[in-house]
């Protein structure tokens, strides 16, 4: 159990740094520091952007206040398609939280207490990484100043996530989205792929996973994805043996905490609050 109090209103610094510099370039990431007293958890946060678009500044409204509650907050960039296709995306997010691991002193955070973030495809990204943090393919860059590291997160936080591309692939398809099927086929290339790096798809064929707590927001507004599959998902993620909340909001579109107003206050809340249970193991407070 670590100290953690989601009412908590700390100064917060900011701080852009690399986390990945190879063949392909650099990776930057942007550390949101509680300019206070620590060490203190840590959590990974993974922008969205249907694989294609999107960066690490994408979730600043959530960053900053999550980091205020005494959270040092790492909002990684990713590559992206069609330069980069699956698993790439996975690949940054399991190398990332090794990374952060392995750098937490760093930042002043705890290195055995990170959770995840993940918005729209990021949130994919983040479920596939934290569901199979042992696979190899995902686990393919070496972290040479963090061997002994894992890509394992004690907990996960999915907003408007792409619990099953396949599915949504199919969505988009029917309802002439034409931007998110071409974004779809640019990242995953084939629809075999989106079968395979399927969070939904790996729950219901019984593959053994890890399972930490997840906690779904999902706006009931949005036309990005089937909101069939997140009912769908939790069912099987607890029929495996783990614990899903979902908080759903009347009429929000794709994406809708990612700009001020009440119902994103409301979303910090439930997502300190979860934090705080993860965390402390205090009970639901509202």
Not at 58 to 75: K, M, P, Q, T
Not at 210 to 218: F, K, S
């Amino acid at each position: 159990m670590v100290f953690y109090n989601p009412k908590s209103k700390i100064k917060v610094r900011v701080v852009d740094v690399t986390y990945r510099q190879d063949k392909d370039g650099s990776l930057a990431a942007r550390v949101y520091l509680p300019e206070k007293q620590g060490p203190f958890p840590a959590l990974l946060d993974v922008h969205g952007g249907a694989w294609t678009q999107g960066g690490c500044a994408d979730n600043e409204i959530l960053d900053l206040s999550l980091a205020a509650s005494g959270l040092v907050v790492i909002a990684i960039e990713c590559r992206k398609a069609p330069r980069y296709t699956y698993p790439s995306q996975v690949i940054d997010v399991n190398y990332a939280t090794r990374w952060v691991k392995a750098h937490a002193g760093d930042f002043n955070a705890i290195p055995d207490c990170i959770g995840g973030l993940g918005t729209s495809s990021g949130g994919h990204a983040l479920l596939l990484s934290a569901m199979r943090p042992d696979d190899a393919g995902y686990g393919a860059l070496n972290l040479p100043e963090g061997e002994d590291m894992n890509a394992r997160l004690a907990y996960l936080m999915a907003a408007w996530p792409v619990i099953d591309p396949y599915a949504r692939y199919l969505f988009a398809k029917e309802n002439n989205r034409h931007f998110l099927v071409d974004a779809t086929d640019a990242y995953f290339l084939s629809d075999d792929n989106m079968k395979k790096g399927n969070p939904l798809f790996a729950l219901e064929q019984g593959v053994a996973l890890d399972l930490p707590p997840v906690l779904i927001i999902q706006g009931t507004g949005d036309s990005n994805v089937p909101l069939a599959v997140v009912d769908r998902f939790a069912e099987a993620y607890r029929a495996a043996g783990g614990a899903v909340d979902i908080e759903w909001f009347p009429d929000m579109p794709h994406g809708f905490a990612c700009k001020t107003g009440t119902e994103t206050d409301r979303v910090l809340e439930i997502m300190k609050d979860f934090v705080c249970r993860q965390l402390t193991g205090d009970k639901k407070v509202f």
